[in-house]
């Protein structure tokens, strides 16, 4: 039975899991909800109006503390020679009395030194007390490393790639402003490849509402992309979008002409019918306020204004806030007559004979009405509206052997500096993937049969918004864990793959900054030895930081406010800013590899002074800067890049024995028990990045 709530709950982009990290968080010690009775998936309950179990209890149920009894005077025990001393066996020593508090004296906390990466743009106040933190930034400051990549994605920018002549003279425009590193994307999120493939089709147009670009299908842009950054003497790293082979707004991508690689989601299916057990049921559009998937469910309205009926035999039913219908009328009757629906009432909404037949012979005026759910598992591109990336399983072998293969075909192919990972290095949100596979390899990983899914966990659902809210099972956390390591250790043989063909590759991710996002989609982008208060990052879940079989790692601070000394001024969260996210980001990965703080130029149109600190907070907090995008309208920041990067840096990810130099200097304080300060966990946005 659907449960009915007044608490807004996301559903997507990790909200959920966010929830959680909140209600978790403070906590710790409370009891958990009971595990439900095994009804077949199916949950019921009275009515639509029953009372409705703690929002986000947590997973594993804390010992019942025992009544306190009334204290009764001690008495003097004699402990037994040789027997175990127990806390009622030691002796009570006198009682000290505590001294009393004095004054102490606490001289103030030292200036931190001013450091400013980019000395010919106008200083700005940084935090470097926690900015410099990190043997990885301590090493590239005294050396002058320093990263400045240039992100060209594959569609925006197709036409300005698309022939030898433009890539000669973009590396050279980028070159000349300072960068010192190309981020090129090769394989976007449709899956289809701009290079030759043996794996993916080649992508040769890009037709958008007044737009169309172009690529020549004899025209390899990555081949002449590696020998022009070769020739003028700047990195190259090749991006590469792993679970991604789809776009929605497209319908194009290898997932829709394999659809059993599309990753499944866990949905809820929800059902409508009289309060009276056993009774016939109906099936419910899973989305309110808008016509239903297929004509024969019925629809759900929580506003009768928004309702456009198809035709005037379409019927409608009225219920209250409680689910007792109110009324029953046609559409040609509803737009006479202009009904009021009382607060937190609804419409229900039948379009098919066979639906407004159920309606006329069920919701009957003063009849209520109640709703049920179980499980319902779809593919994702029976989803659209809920991404633009048509997400596959990363559980499935053939999945990950593709991509695999793909990955050794461009190092086999091509003498590029690194390949990075982008974003869809992750599963699609927390209730994928729920395919008979991914169940089958999570039991195995468990050692036993699970309830599926309530085990891991399942959705409550209000009526008449549907809005869905997590509950936690007993194995919430291990799905975090496994899905975490099925991810990390696909990382692992991709490293494997592309440093056995070419030893001198680095492999990179990109990654939001909000790190608590992350969990929900399984991307572990931090340092296998985290020290961080977040309830997710239990040993078992650290363990699966990738940062430590990777180069560099950078995130996506895409926020407009460069520090935190300007939110200050602002007053407005410091932890929305570019400042505060590389801090964390820095931290997060804890020097087992590079990082980069990532900023968006569509953030500063036409504020180049906001480009400027941004620049400065992005390069302070980590050991460098990556820019997002050459296709944002990057011409009017070109003297910004010139003015910053002025003094030439090389990059710290091409500087040979650096990474194994940081890891080892790590390993070797971390046996010392060097004391650390404490990781500052900035409030950032849900999404950022993302």
């Known amino acids: 039975m659907i449960h009915l709530r007044r608490v807004a709950a996301r559903f997507l982009g990790g909200g959920a899991v966010f929830c959680l990290v909140i209600a978790a968080a403070g906590s710790e010690s409370a009891p958990a909800r009971s595990a439900p009775p095994n009804t077949g998936g199916k949950r019921s309950s009275p009515h639509i109006g029953a009372a409705k179990p703690p929002l986000l209890p947590p997973p594993t149920p804390a010992p019942t503390p025992s009544p306190t009894p009334t204290p009764t005077p001690t008495p003097t025990v004699t402990p037994t020679p040789g027997a175990t001393p127990t806390p009622s066996t030691l002796p009570t020593p006198p009682a000290t009395p505590a001294p009393l508090p004095s004054p102490i004296v606490v001289p103030p906390p030292p200036l931190a030194p001013v450091y400013q ?44 790639y698309n022939t030898a002549d433009k890539i000669a003279s973009l590396v050279s425009q980028i070159k000349s402003a300072g960068f010192n590193t190309i981020v090129f994307d090769i394989k976007p999120i449709i899956g289809f490849t701009i290079y030759p493939s043996r794996f993916a089709p080649k992508l040769t147009d890009w037709v958008k509402p007044g737009s169309t670009q172009t690529l020549p299908a ?101 219920l209250d806030t409680n689910g007792t219908v109110l009324a029953q009328m046609t559409a040609s009757a509803l737009a006479t007559v202009k009904p009021q629906l009382p607060t937190g009432g609804a419409a229900l909404v039948a379009l098919s004979p066979t639906a407004i037949a159920f309606l006329q012979r069920n919701a009957l005026p003063g009849q209520r009405m109640a709703m049920d759910e179980s499980p319902n598992y779809v593919p994702m591109g029976q989803r659209p509206e809920l991404q633009v990336p048509l997400m596959v399983n990363p559980n499935l072998p053939a999945v990950r052997q593709r991509i695999l293969d793909m990955v050794g075909e461009v190092a086999t192919n091509y003498a590029a500096d690194g390949i990075i990972f982008d974003d869809r290095l992750r599963y699609a949100n927390i209730n994928a993937d729920f395919s008979p596979a991914s169940r089958q390899q999570f039991e195995t990983y468990i050692g036993k049969k699970l309830r599926w899914p309530d085990d891991v966990f399942h959705y409550d659902v209000d009526f008449p918004t549907l809005d869905r809210h997590l509950q936690p099972g007993p194995y919430y956390n291990a799905w975090m864990t496994f899905r975490a390591l099925s991810l990390r250790n696909w990382l692992a043989d991709a490293v494997r793959t592309a440093k056995t063909i070419r030893p001198e590759m680095t492999v990179n991710t990109y990654a939001g900054s909000w790190y608590p996002d992350y969990p929900g989609v399984g991307a572990n982008w931090g340092a296998p030895d985290l020290q961080a208060g977040f309830f997710f990052l239990n040993d078992a879940y650290k363990a699966t930081g990738w940062a430590g079989i990777v180069d560099f790692v950078t995130t996506g601070c895409y926020y407009t406010t460069a520090t935190i000394a300007e939110a200050v001024q602002k007053g407005a969260n410091i932890g929305d800013s570019v400042e505060a996210a590389g801090q964390f980001s820095n931290r997060a990965v804890n020097d087992q590899a590079i990082v980069y703080a990532g900023i968006s130029l569509d953030r500063f149109d036409g504020n180049a002074d906001g480009l400027r600190r941004a620049l400065q907070a992005a390069a302070a907090s980590t050991q460098g800067v990556m820019v997002f995008d050459f296709s944002h309208n990057i011409d009017q920041f070109w003297p910004v890049f010139t003015q910053a990067f002025s003094t030439p840096a090389v990059p710290p990810h091409a500087v040979p024995g650096l990474i194994d130099e940081l890891r080892s200097k790590h390993e070797a304080q971390r046996t010392l028990n060097a004391p650390q300060p404490p990781v500052v966990i900035y409030r950032g946005t849900s999404g950022t990045g993302f």
């Open 117 to 160: 990466p980019f000395p010919s743009v106008s200083p700005i106040p940084l935090d470097e007390a926690h900015n410099g933190v990190g043997i990885a930034q301590q090493i590239c400051r005294q050396r002058g490393y320093q990263g400045r990549l240039l992100w060209i994605d594959a569609t925006a920018n197709m036409n300005r």
């Open 218 to 318: 004899d025209f390899d842009p990555v081949r002449e992309m590696v020998n022009q950054t070769r020739l003028q003497k700047i990195n190259l790293i090749l991006s590469m979008n792993a679970f991604s082979e789809g776009h929605r707004d497209f319908q194009k991508g290898p997932a829709y002409d394999h659809p059993e690689w599309q990753t499944i989601l866990y949905d809820v299916q929800m059902r409508i019918r009289r309060d009276v057990i056993g009774t016939e049921s109906y099936a419910l559009c899973d989305r309110p306020n808008i016509s239903p998937r297929v004509p024969d469910q019925l629809a759900v309205y929580t506003d009768v204004k928004l309702i456009r009926p198809t035709d005037a035999t379409t019927m409608v039913a009225l």
